[in-house]
């Protein structure tokens, strides 16, 4: 594709970007690669993403897009739809509502972070997605390594699930009629994405498959999906409350210095002395000796000078009378003591714990979330709601999302996690998982090869997850140090920006090895080339997870046959890599709107 130039008033079908930093660049590739013309407006770009515009052929307006003139400029007159990715919420919101109100039945699709202003904007058929949102469950997966994932088609409970094929034979041998998704061979090698049941599979192969609860028990794949909804959540906030308890009491043991020991122990001396020599010396009325039990609670009524007048020195020998006053004396001092330390010592924790600088102890099989971004805040709500242990790692003692974490009781440390000392501090050596989410690519791989140097021979069986913007870098990474889970969270998200811009309806991501597949629901045309289209003619790297029929909606057609036509209205639930689902969408596009898109691909 050549460079484009001049003006875009008169483009048709095309996609405007608003905002090219962050999820905006990653928007723009898979429209690109989806061969969906666009069009970016920002007016402030970093020139090396600019480059990356000119070497794929994409205009760019250096305009703000909160002015109607440069939207002109820019082809809204004949946009499929505007995506703003603009890194101000404020920003993103102005251009939106101007947008919306230059053009009235334009799709417009913008990322936000407040909740409350996207339900404002989806009032005025505004698609509002938050790339944290959308990006955490997969980091939350690769943490958990549950293996099985829930995915909501229509109302009804599906799970992807990754089990090891137990010998070799093909995929309707092993699983019969349920969904083969992907393949990854175990001695290395590519994925393959959407197998047909007949497909050949080696013993130890991983292959992730998809189906209702029943259907997977029924085929002897068991995990997650063998628990009812909402079956995890009371025993795992039980567990939680536990290991909190033990892990403060523990922490409160450790923070105790020396002193306090030293003043406990004196004062437990003095008690036991002050109770033997009551026990021997002091006599009751009558000549009797005072009881052991008695005796003991002379002591502490004495040290403490309580002084109920249960007992009383008066009449006995002038030395005990002499020596009561010392007890009470060395007793007042002692419990002083005790107690102004045992203060210090609580008051100082709670200090800590505000500054975050407490060592975190007495806690294993913890998530370790490094980084408290938006992303990092949201994989660290989902972990606590899936029933894990959290502690947070955070540089800025100003971040904004430290008064939420805090409420949701996660202990959180300030400091640098590239340092050993940090990653020693809480307690690296019996993490379950790490999930490094900052937003600096060579911060992120920084501490990452740190953790690996300090997981040493566990490094192999803990599951680290990086995140990662640019792609190259990525992969660099992952052949070259050996990171298996290296998740980029725009790319993460790209799809379902593009998805909603095109009329793709994207319900779940996720990874299966280093592929990232889509869930995604599309209503087939009347006019357009699905209708009437058997299955077995779809791309082989699509599969129909299943279907709802127009006018039937309240039967869900699962799973299709490969002699299942499509019909105008249907709803189908796809699944494949998100360029295999835009084809599918451009496919099923009206004659129009299939030529205005060539069109324009061949301008």
């Not at 404002?120 to 959308?134: E, K, N, P, Q, R």
Request: aromatic content about 6%.
């Amino acid at each position: 594709m050549q460079w484009v130039t001049g003006a875009y008033a008169s483009w048709r079908g095309h996609v405007i970007v608003c905002g090219l930093h962050g999820v905006g660049l990653r928007i723009v590739e898979q429209l690109s690669l989806s061969g969906v013309p666009a069009v970016v407006v920002d007016d402030n770009p970093d020139l090396r993403l600019a480059r990356i515009l000119i070497g794929w052929g994409v205009p760019h307006i250096a305009g703000s897009s909160r002015v109607g003139e440069t939207l002109a400029e820019a082809g809204l007159a004949g946009a499929a739809a505007v995506v703003c990715a603009l890194e101000d919420d404020l920003h993103t919101l102005e251009t939106a509502l101007l947008t919306r109100e230059l053009r009235a039945d334009v799709r417009v699709v913008v990322q936000l972070g407040n909740p409350a202003v996207g339900r404002a904007l989806a009032g005025i058929a505004v698609s509002v997605l938050d790339v944290a949102g959308l990006s955490a469950p997969s980091v939350v997966a690769a943490c958990m390594q549950s293996g099985a994932q829930e995915i909501r088609l229509d109302g009804a409970r599906f799970f992807a699930t990754r089990t090891l094929a137990p010998r070799s034979a093909s995929l309707r041998e092993l699983y019969g009629s349920l969904a083969p998704i992907a393949v990854v061979p175990a001695g290395g090698g590519d994925v393959e994405v959407c197998p047909g049941r007949d497909h050949l599979v080696a013993a130890g192969d991983a292959v992730t498959l998809i189906g209702t609860p029943d259907e997977l028990r029924a085929a002897g794949v068991t995990g997650r999906h063998d628990q009812p909804a909402g079956a995890r959540s009371a025993p795992s906030r039980q567990l939680r409350y536990l290991r909190h308890a033990r892990h403060l009491a523990v922490s409160l043991l450790r923070a105790a210095d020396r002193r306090l020991a030293t003043a406990l122990v004196a004062l437990f001396a003095v008690l036991v002395t002050s109770t033997v020599v009551l026990r021997l010396a002091f006599h009751l009325p009558g000549a009797h000796r005072i009881p052991l039990l008695d005796a003991a609670y002379f002591a502490v009524e004495t040290v403490t000078t309580v002084g109920y007048g249960d007992f009383s020195f008066r009449g006995q020998a002038p030395w005990l009378m002499a020596g009561a006053i010392c007890l009470m004396l060395l007793g007042a001092l002692f419990v002083a003591v005790f107690f102004a330390m045992l203060t210090n010592t609580l008051v100082s924790r709670r200090i800590e714990e505000s500054l975050g600088r407490q060592r975190i102890t007495g806690l294993s099989g913890h998530v370790l979330v490094i980084g408290l971004g938006a992303v990092g805040m949201e994989v660290a709500r989902l972990l606590v709601a899936a029933g894990a242990d959290v502690v947070v790692v955070e540089k800025s003692e100003s971040n904004r999302h430290l008064g939420q974490a805090r409420a949701l009781g996660l202990p959180v440390v300030i400091a640098d996690a590239t340092q050993p000392q940090t990653l020693e501090s809480v307690s690296l050596a019996s993490a379950a998982a790490v999930a490094v989410l900052t937003s600096d690519d060579l911060a992120n791989l920084e501490t990452g090869l740190a953790v690996r140097d300090q997981l040493g021979p566990r490094w192999g069986s803990t599951p680290v997850v990086l995140r990662i913007f640019d792609p190259q870098l990525a992969r660099s990474v992952r052949r070259n140090f050996g990171f298996t889970f290296v998740r980029s969270t725009a790319a993460l998200a790209a799809p379902w920006f593009v998805g909603a811009a095109l009329g793709l309806d994207v319900l779940n991501t996720f990874y299966v090895g280093d592929e990232p597949l889509l869930v995604a629901r599309l209503t087939v045309s009347a006019g357009g080339g699905l209708n009437g289209l058997a299955m077995r003619d779809l791309a082989a790297r699509t599969r129909v997870l299943a279907l709802s029929r127009a006018g039937e909606e309240e039967n869900l057609e699962h799973p299709p046959r490969r002699g299942t036509r499509f019909r105008a209205g249907d709803q189908a639930y796809l699944i494949g890599p998100y360029e295999e689902l835009l084809a599918v969408l451009r496919r099923d596009l009206p004659a129009p709107q299939a030529a205005d898109l060539v069109a324009r691909q061949l301008d």
